[in-house]
């Protein structure tokens, strides 16, 4: 669905991103982490068409970003860090201009944004001007314009920022939930670890450099450690840093008889993020 090969993105002598290359299957969600800096919303601006690249290729479902832009925003959907919505307009006016300017009209105008409604469960909001809702209520609103023409790839650039756990949780499920029942690539950038955790692939990005890509499992084995943590019966702490989680039962054997309490810690996508950000090498094997 997203093929990048070589891009890089700069300002004058600034580099925002450094000749980085990867791919998204379709179907899948996708995350690109990164602090803020790193050169995400600059990625996502140029597969969106709304940046030029200074050199190498990007295409999304075999268009090229820069020759058949046209094409390319045919197929996608995007959630900005901003709105760009009205807040004087209520919900469902706010969806129905948008509607129109993809060339939805009369019934299918309609039905489009019924089923925008639908899927993001904001029906009981339409009746109210946008500007009155709650952050949570605000980026449901603002999925649901992405998704009235159904697009074949979701863009979601830091979609939960500045909202509360219970909120960003409830955002996650809808997201999840539509991605299972329509197939549709996701595209998520983000700095919450936690997001990406359920990602198929994952991409952590650093200073406009690639730093890592693989699966969550893939990056937990490859960049940080387990930790096994033994309390003895005679009051001894123990701590052991494992390279694999299966190297804690010869040491915990070694001490059977005397263990008054044994924990294993796992590492996280967190202790990887934070690995690598702190100048762990960069893994060019996707």
């Given at each position: 669905?997203v ?6 993105k700069?300002?004058?002598n ?55 832009a ?75 314009r ?29 997201i ?40 969550p ?16 019966t ?11 989680t ?41």
């Amino acid at each position: 669905m997203v093929q990048v090969e070589n891009l890089s993105k700069s300002y004058g002598n600034i580099e925002a991103v450094k000749s980085i290359s990867f791919s998204v299957s379709e179907g899948n969600l996708f995350s690109f982490l990164g602090t803020n800096g790193a050169g995400k919303s600059t990625t996502i601006n140029i597969l969106t068409t709304l940046l030029a690249k200074t050199s190498g290729t990007a295409s999304v479902g075999g268009f090229d970003v820069d020759k058949d832009a046209d094409r390319v925003r045919s197929l996608i959907g995007v959630v900005f860090q901003d709105s760009v919505l009205d807040i004087l307009l209520s919900v469902r006016e706010n969806l129905t201009f948008r509607g129109s300017l993809y060339g939805l009209r009369g019934s299918k105008l309609k039905g489009a944004v019924e089923n925008a409604e639908k899927i993001t469960d904001i029906s009981e909001l339409a009746a109210r001007p946008y500007g009155k809702l709650s952050g949570g209520q605000k980026r449901r609103v603002d999925i649901a314009r992405a998704l009235l023409h159904m697009p074949k790839l979701l863009f979601l650039d830091e979609p939960t920022t500045g909202l509360d756990p219970k909120t960003r949780r409830d955002i996650w499920l809808m997201i999840r939930q539509l991605q299972k029942t329509t197939g549709m690539t996701v595209f998520l950038t983000t700095h919450y670890m936690e997001e990406a955790a359920e990602s198929n692939d994952i991409v952590i990005i650093h200073k406009g450099e690639i730093k890592a890509h693989g699966t969550p499992l893939e990056l937990k084995t490859k960049y940080c450690t387990d930790l096994l943590k033994l309390t003895l019966t005679t009051g001894e702490y123990i701590e052991h840093k494992l390279s694999k989680t299966i190297d804690a039962l010869p040491i915990i054997e070694q001490h059977k008889d005397n263990i008054a309490n044994v924990e294993i810690i796992n590492g996280t996508l967190d202790d990887v993020f934070q690995n690598l950000s702190e100048g762990g090498q960069r893994d060019n094997a996707n």
